[in-house]
């Protein structure tokens, strides 16, 4: 074939046409990053785009890419330099032969059908590390990547990306593989040509055995042929139409298919008009799906031995119904590297279907690996549950899916759960329980597991459980060298940028993220934007920042009263004047007072601090709602202290005497509208607007505290040109001090009538701001409150319906229109320091994560050397527990144990006489503990702690923020966690306590009905 001569409009439509007639054949076998570096005609701008397109999508859509810049270059004779680049790359010589028509070219489609139908077995045997080098086709970045995928991922990885790289790499590929196989795998050899090795064999007899296994072979490619794609691309005989058929080979381990309408549509090879790239497009209905799919010759051992043996017969048995997945194209583009295996973080907005993308990896995880077990960790219970009913209950028709929490953590051995099935679904915490504690036999392992999916994973940080986890994770992989570890995969709405202010910082802390998840890669959406835009559509911002009131003197009257508590305070070192009251500064302040307090033994000090915390909390209440919401929490707190049956002492009734004095005064002020807070008005006016404008509207009102949600609610419902709102609050499961906690059952079912339009209007703290099911809401507010920038994407993406509203009202005093601002600067500082790890090299992000990695297994190892050194010199019978507020000593610290390393609890019968027990109308239930009452201290009623039942005994769990150290040094400590004791404690040995008490007999009748 000619390539020169004629006109040059003429030779360039010929040229043209050429690369049209070969695209299916060479989008099939070419590898871009090959011949890249031979192709000067590209600008520097395409070769970027073509590697960006093989890193991120694979080959095919890399070369149809290229293929198109060729087609379009002005570039005098870029046809002759992609043809050279072909002849003069190392596995592409045979498509310039191809296309040029110099040679023939063996039609190779039946050696890679047979190829596939033996994936399982060559997968799992080949030793790909030492094989890739015995292969003189594979060219130096295949054996690059193969050794690479060996050591980060394991032999069957390697083996997989193996065969795929060598079936692209000419004509004498399966000649070379079988050359290679027989010398390094002869039992490979074997299978491949279809005989069985003999050690007894003759070497005069080695031409008989080839001409033999040469006809059994050429049996078995024809075998496979049948069972194999049609019509494949041979040489001189492909159909200068431009009509050729699509055979996309890929390896049988990471095989997917995309399917565009129906299974049975026809493929073809077009140009697309719109964007002028060379695509093998379907023609098909508008609904695009992502099934998975695995060939018949690749996942059924009957269908593979019937391929050998297709002589005989024709017929293959139809594949079992496979469960299908719809996927969008941008979820598409999101899932590409976690079907393949890779530790990849997947980064989108909150509703655009995160969960699917991860029930869609498992499934495809759970069909392509033997003996695959997948676990998806959550942070927060409720999550257990919707995960489970929810993406993840699709898979329950062929696989056994579990969810473990509650009471199933604690009356079923997790490892027993773990091994009877295919997913299980739990908190985090519970796995960090599992892995740091249990018999040897019970004990989990990570690498019980093939696949870790972690659920909001930009918490995999600091001091955070998912870290906790993948530190053990890091530890086997870097320090103990083992290689056969789960794969990846984190999902997130936003990583944030850590308090970073410039582009760098933002860069650190996102790399220090992947290393810490062992991320190689980082997923957003790049190509599938406008699809991501058009279903995940961005709600129209609005601000509204309103003046203070003229006049404030509810709070003037509040201010007073602080003072008064102030000139009570007896204590040279309090400079209470440089913090401005009713602020976050000056509850810092207090807090520290109280600690103070605590390490001096000073009741009278720690009983005023107390109390003007409370008086911070009313001032902060009345800048946020109405004065009388503030009045009634400070009325809730009098009415408890004189309820108190002991240690009301002189202090509490002076203190006490304040409030009553100003009490009647606070009542007439909160009944004078004219000082009302005017941001409840800009409020109610949002909200008239909002819901008077669009039918069927339902919104979410954030707030900071359970205090302010409570009150915002009676304020709507007290509010009649409110009353077209339904409403009600959604806060926290976890304890607090301030106010009860709502259970899960309580979530549920505001949640579920939320769902069903029982109510239109949620008034919710952050909780409901990361990852509850909650529906589409068209009105966000955030009432006085504004965080980081992960709250912000995630509370905007509640408005994901149409015509959505996100409003922040605010103070004008308050900050919080700037720290919004600034909220913004970080989002978009998050996007540009994602790209930047985006542009980077494979090789240099995996470096950068590498460093990050050792460094940080460093750091807490010393950490750990300090913690474990300073519990050597201090023992806990050198300490006493005593209670913060009336000092009185509570017990010994030898005494304590630990519960799942998490609770601290003390099991002593001398325990109970010095706390009183209050049991709750209903028992509190947190993961496999029952929470059935509180403990308030015998002498003044300070609250302790919890009585527990784990395992049917009741514990006295304590809280160790309620209570001062004090060692026989005289050396005193105010610890706000246990993990600042300076003691092992050790864990409660559960049989010698049931046997300790039941032997003593000090166990009561309930607590025998328990047992």
């Known amino acids: ?16 046409k050429l690369i049209e007639v070969f695209a299916c054949r060479l989008v099939d076998d070419l590898s871009p990053d090959n011949i890249l570096p031979h192709l000067t005609c590209l600008t520097s701008g395409e070769k970027q785009r073509i590697q960006n397109a093989q890193d991120q999508h694979n080959d095919q859509k890399a070369t149809e890419i290229l293929l198109q810049c060729i087609i379009d270059s002005d570039e005098q004779g870029a046809f002759a330099e992609f043809m050279n680049a072909l002849k003069n790359t190392q596995g592409c010589e045979h498509l310039a032969d191809l296309m040029i028509g110099d ?11 047979l190829l596939s139908a033996l994936a399982p077995t060559l997968v799992r045997d080949i030793d790909a590390r030492t094989l890739c080098e015995k292969i003189p086709c594979l060219n130096e970045m295949d054996e690059q990547q193969i050794k690479n995928d060996y050591d980060q991922h394991g032999a069957q990885r390697a083996a997989t990306t193996l065969l795929y790289r060598v079936v692209k790499r000419g004509p004498t590929w399966f000649d070379e593989l079988l050359a290679a196989l027989k010398e390094d795998s002869k039992h490979l050899y074997d299978v491949i040509l279809g005989t069985s090795s003999s050690s007894n064999a003759d070497d005069n007899n080695d031409d008989d055995d080839e001409i033999k296994a040469e006809k059994e072979l050429n049996a078995g490619i024809a075998a496979a042929d049948k069972i194999g794609r049609s019509n494949p691309i041979a040489g001189d005989n492909a159909s200068s139409s431009g009509n050729v058929s699509n055979d996309l080979n890929r390896a049988s381990a990471d095989a997917i298919e995309l399917v565009t309408g129906a299974n049975n549509a026809e493929k073809c090879q077009t140009i697309d008009e719109d964007t002028n790239v060379i695509t093998n497009n379907v023609q098909c209905e508008s609904n695009t799906k992502l099934m998975v799919t695995l060939n018949v010759d690749e996942t059924d051992t009957d269908k593979m031995n019937a391929a050998e043996n297709a002589e005989s017969s024709d017929k293959v048995d139809e594949p079992e119904e496979d469960i299908v997945i719809e996927l969008r194209p941008y979820q598409a583009e999101l899932v590409k590297p976690s079907i393949f295996g890779h530790n990849v973080i997947v980064s989108a907005p909150t509703g655009s279907g995160k969960t699917r993308i991860a029930a869609f990896i498992t499934l495809n995880h759970l069909k392509q690996r033997e003996n695959a077990k997948v676990l998806l960790l959550v942070n927060k219970v409720p999550l257990v549950e919707q995960h489970y009913k929810k993406e993840f209950k699709l898979l329950t028709s062929k696989y056994k899916v579990s969810k473990i929490c509650g009471e199933s953590a604690a009356r079923v051995s997790l490892k027993h759960l773990v091994e009877k099935n295919d997913v299980v679904i739990l908190t985090a915490q519970i796995l960090e329980n599992a892995l740091n504690n249990g018999e040897d036999n019970e004990k989990l392992e990570l690498t019980d597991f093939s696949l870790l999916i972690f659920d909001e994973c930009h918490h995999t940080q600091k001091g955070e459980v998912y870290n906790n986890i993948m530190h053990e994770y890091l530890k086997l992989k870097i320090e103990e060298k083992v290689y056969q570890l789960p794969q990846i995969l984190g999902l997130t709405a936003s990583l944030g940028v850590g308090g970073a202010r410039t582009e760098y910082k933002a860069v650190t802390h996102i790399l220090q993220i992947c290393a810490n998840l062992d991320c190689m890669d980082l997923r957003t959406v790049q190509a599938e934007t406008k699809g991501l835009e058009e279903h995940n559509k961005k709600p129209h911002k609005v601000v509204e920042v309103v003046a203070d009131r003229e006049k404030d003197p509810f709070g003037d009257e509040l201010k007073k009263m602080m003072k008064k508590i102030h000139s009570l305070i007896d204590d040279k070192d309090v400079e209470s004047d440089k913090c401005d009251l009713g602020t976050q500064v000056y509850e810092q302040w207090v807090t520290g007072l109280g600690t103070t307090a605590v390490k ?27 004065m009388e919401d503030a009045l009634n929490y400070l009325q809730e707190f009098y009415d408890d202290e004189e309820r108190r049956e002991k240690g009301f002492d002189s202090t509490d009734k002076e203190l006490l005497s304040i409030f009553e004095e100003h009490y009647y005064n606070l009542v007439k002020i909160s009944k004078k509208k004219m000082f009302e807070n005017p941001k409840l008005k800009r409020l109610q006016s949002q909200l008239e607007k909002e819901y008077s404008t669009k039918e069927g509207s339902r919104g979410i009102i954030f707030t900071k505290t359970r205090e302010s949600t409570k009150a915002l609610v009676s304020w709507i419902k007290n509010t009649p040109d409110l009353n077209f709102l339904k409403v009600d609050r959604l806060t926290g499961t ?4 301030t106010s009860k906690s709502m259970t899960q059952k309580d979530q549920q079912d505001i949640i579920l009538k939320f769902h069903k339009g029982d109510l239109n209007c949620l008034v919710a703290t952050t909780v409901a701001e990361e990852g509850l099911d909650i529906p589409e809401c068209n009105v966000v507010i955030r009432y006085n409150l504004v965080t980081n920038e992960i709250a912000m994407v995630q509370a905007r993406g509640r408005a994901r319906a149409k015509d959505s509203t996100y409003t922040l009202v605010a103070g004008e005093n308050s900050g919080a229109a700037v720290r919004e601002q600034t909220n913004e600067y970080k989002e978009s500082l998050e996007k540009k320091a994602i ?35 300073r519990r050597q010199l201090v023992t806990a019978d050198r300490a006493s527990l005593f209670c913060r507020k009336c000092s009185v000593v509570a017990c010994n610290a030898k005494e304590l144990r630990k519960i799942e390393n998490m609770h601290h609890v ?106």
């Not at 040679?103 to 059908?113: D, F, I, R, S």
Request: hydrophobic residues 35%.
């Open 1 to 16: 074939m000619a390539l020169n001569g004629g006109e040059p409009t003429q030779q360039r439509h010929n040229d043209k």
């Open 103 to 113: 040679k023939e070219v063996k039609c190779m489609h039946p050696q890679q059908n």
């Open 600 to 626: 001096k033994q000073d009741r009278k000090l720690r009983t005023c601090a107390e109390h003007l915390r409370k008086y911070n909390d009313a001032l902060l209440i009345n800048d946020s709602v109405r």
């Open 734 to 737: 976890g304890p607090n001090s």
């Open 835 to 869: 790209a930047t790890i985006q542009r980077m090299s494979k090789e240099d992000f995996r470096k950068q994560v590498k460093k990050v990695q050792v460094a940080t297994l460093n750091e807490r190892k010393m950490k750990a050397n300090v913690v474990v050194q």
């Open 906 to 1011: 003390n099991p002593e019968d001398e325990f109970k006489e010095k706390y009183k027990l209050e049991e709750y109308p209903e028992s509190i239930e947190f993961a496999n503990i029952e929470n059935v009452g509180k403990l308030l201290c015998g002498s003044c009623n300070k609250n302790w702690g919890t009585m527990i039942v784990y395992d049917g005994a009741r514990l006295p769990c304590i809280s160790i923020k309620n209570f001062g150290l004090k060692f026989n040094t005289g050396v005193i400590l105010a610890p706000k966690k246990w993990k600042d004791v300076p003691f092992e404690i050790p864990a409660l040995d559960f049989t010698e306590y049931l046997e300790k008490i039941l032997n003593i007999g000090a166990v009561s009748m309930k607590e025998v009905d328990d047992l």
